[in-house]
């Protein structure tokens, strides 16, 4: 019997974060949070988890970095609340959730 194995990625896509100047390219643009998963794939099918890390991209020239651990519960929110933005959350309603979201200090560009 033949087994295929492989060893994939999966990329999710969780939102925009902030609109900032992307030190590779020098565009301003709203960067894009994305979850990368990597497992073993059997006959093409994801059974073991290996990786997960959150990286933050440049839409424009996709120049990424990773977000540490300790930052990831609020770029996840932060993701979370603009993707709401986009699909029409009403003004007040983000500005007092953004409030609440407490930015994590020393981390960042
Ligand atoms: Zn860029």
Redesign the pocket.
């Known amino acids: 019997m033949i087994f295929i194995f492989g060893y994939d990625q999966k990329e999710n896509l969780l939102g925009p974060t902030e609109e900032r100047k992307?030190p590779?390219?020098?565009?301003s643009?709203y960067f894009q949070l994305l979850e990368l998963k990597n497992f073993i794939s059997l006959f093409f099918i994801p059974v073991i988890p290996v990786k997960r890390k959150l990286i933050e991209h440049?839409p424009?020239?996709?120049?990424a970095q990773e977000i540490p651990e300790s930052s990831q519960n609020y770029y996840r929110d932060l993701a979370a609340l603009n993707q709401a933005a986009i699909n029409g959350l009403a003004d007040e309603e983000y500005l007092r959730r953004k409030e609440a979201l407490k930015k994590p200090s020393g981390e960042g560009f």
């Open positions: 992307c590779h390219c020098n565009n643009s440049c424009i020239c996709h120049w």
